[in-house]
């Protein structure tokens, strides 16, 4: 079995659900409200372990019922969390609005996350014997550089999803092995609009570039090579929050597996078609099983 080390954030996701996000100064009444567990870390931890992988969560937890709940959210999926920190003081947050379009708007609130600023003891250990680090940005860039950078001492393929969006050290660059935005972050990178040209100029800081495209599917991009685009299966969305993540981190097994890069796509972006269709993040991260059935389903109806 593959071994995933994820080095990120753990929040609590507080879900208004609504018909219509509401604009500056308007007040807007939604029709429920979920707190789920969430944070770009533990997303990709639970993605990568749904999807067949061991998988193990460097982060920080506040000494509050909110960490309480989210490293048992994290254990109960599967993620071990011997290097899940508790910190005094609260558990970060995330204050989410899903629309009827499946849309959502989100501010992050760190809480312990900002104190995950360095590697603990222990730490470059568990990275060393991964078969992948996943990285995110909704921790100080100071640990995810450590992290990097410890994972390329130790040969680890390094995967950073660069979200919430940020210009980003050439030093970091240097230690990043696949790049994951999605075509938004792609062209705050670059200030290039067009997807596929902003996968080839990113190819000029790191060897690979995968741009998610929502809908549309996914855009792979190596030097030397030409582009790759692979299609998302066509589903009804009803919430969106957690799909990048379950690619992701769906994604990296299949590559840590030794995937070709067209079928790992594939079976990524099967995995997020399904997580769209459920609501939440962590809770709608479908399961090895499930992606399989959907993935031979998707082949019967296209063949």
Known sequence: MTHIA??????MDLVAYVAKAPQRGETVTGREF?????GKGANQAVAAAHAGSDVSMIGAVGADAFGSQLRTTLEHSGVDTDHLRTTEGPSGTAHIVVDDEGGNAIVVVPGANATVDHLAPGDEVLIAGADALLLQLEIPLAAVLAGAEAARRHGVRTVLTPSPVQSLPPELLASIDLLVPNEHEAAALTGVTDPREAAVALLDQVPEVVVTLGAAGSLYAARGAEPLTVPAPRVTAVDSTGAGDTFV????VALAEGRPMRAALAWASTAASLSVQRVGASSSMPYRSEIDAQAASNTRHTS
């Open 6 to 11: 994820v080095l990120g954030s753990t929040n």
């Open 34 to 38: 979920r707190t789920i567990p969430g």
């Open 249 to 252: 981190g769906t994604l990296a």
